[in-house]
């Protein structure tokens, strides 16, 4: 298993069951969306607020002082939901 792999891997088992189920349906309404914007883009508001409540759950996980991640992957995550929260600023 390289590097990348490895990374990747703990990233996702790192995760609690539910956050990892609500990511994936979370990343999945949103790609709905924009796969069928005519029908859809009327929830793309609600998709954007689920989203952002989602990062806020899992930046907060990485915060924690008893976090089971590597110091690193627990950075790159804060600085994904930081992202994340831009970008829902800047759309809504």
Do not use: H
């Not at 607020?49 to 759950?57: A, C, D, F, P, Q």
């Not at 899992?58 to 991640?69: K, N, T, V």
């Amino acid at each position: 298993m390289d590097a990348s792999q490895n990374y990747t891997q703990n990233q996702v088992l790192g995760l609690e069951q539910t956050e990892l189920e609500s990511l994936i349906r979370t990343a999945s309404a949103l790609n709905a969306i924009m796969e069928n914007w005519d029908e859809r883009k009327s929830e793309l508001d609600e998709a954007l607020e689920k989203n952002r409540k989602l990062w806020t759950i899992l930046a907060s996980a990485m915060g924690e002082a008893d976090c089971p991640q590597p110091e690193e992957v627990r950075r790159s995550i804060l600085n994904l939901a930081m992202f994340i929260f831009q970008r829902t600023v800047e759309i809504l």
